[in-house]
T-cell receptor, first 114, second 119 residues
């Protein structure tokens, strides 16, 4: 069964450094998302992406964050200058349609900012 | 106001018994979708079951069924014949329609219920 693939599974970085989290969505999906989950808390929406542009973003997704689909398969989340509070599990997800089809999540990247 | 409410932070169930995980939601949108996800301790987010607001029948997927009570705005997950591997966090989530002006595919999650299955 096709799945969403995220790399790396764990990333440790120093405060102020840039990180790029990688995702390969399911190949026939058209809508892509990033969510994050701070340890022990609920899953929060960051951004959705369709047709090579951002569809929607949350208040969390400030100027430090950016997303890209550099080729036909990868979907990346960049954090320009990491802060301690960016430590979280970051999930990439994709879906076939925008409404009423499930989001399929990757296994997540655990980002630790020291 | 919370869009998704899961009132049970933790639940215990004996292996092989059934368990119901509660979820209530708040929306004025006539068209919405409800989802349940499982998150084991390893961290991944696994899609379990989906219920559309216009679906006439309750959704079922193997041992999972969704007790959808639209008038009460509840979408409880029922797991039958619990297994040790069912021990995990369970999240209820909702997606409102775009036509309503809801977020474009943004899943809104509840805080989750931690299910522990006892042998």
């Amino acid at each position: 069964e096709p799945e969403v693939t995220q790399t790396p599974s764990h990333q440790v970085t120093q405060m102020g450094q840039e990180v790029i989290l990688h995702c390969v969505p399911i190949s026939n999906h058209l809508y892509f998302y990033w969510y994050r989950q701070i340890l022990g808390q609920k899953v929060e929406f960051l951004v959705s992406f369709y047709n090579n542009e951002i569809s929607e973003k949350s208040e969390i997704f400030d100027d430090q964050f950016s997303v890209e689909r550099p080729d036909g398969s990868n979907f990346t989340l960049k954090i320009r200058s990491t802060k301690l509070e960016d430590s979280a599990m970051y999930f990439c997800a994709s879906s076939v349609t925008r409404e009423n089809s499930p989001l399929h999540f990757g296994n997540g990247t655990r980002l630790t900012v020291t | 106001a919370q869009k998704i409410t899961q009132t049970q932070p933790g639940m215990f169930v004996q292996e092989k018994e059934a368990v119901t995980l509660d979820c209530t939601y708040d929306t004025s949108d006539p068209s919405y979708g409800l989802f349940w996800y499982k998150q084991p301790s390893s961290g991944e987010m696994i899609f379990l079951i989906y219920q559309g607001s216009y679906d006439q029948q309750n959704a079922t997927e193997g041992r999972y069924s969704l007790n959808f009570q639209k008038a009460r705005k509840s979408a409880n997950l029922v797991i039958s014949a619990s297994q040790l591997g069912d021990s995990a966090m369970y999240f209820c989530a909702m997606r409102e329609s775009m036509n309503y002006g809801g977020s474009q595919g943004n899943l809104i999650f509840g805080k989750g219920t931690k299910l522990s299955v006892k042998p």
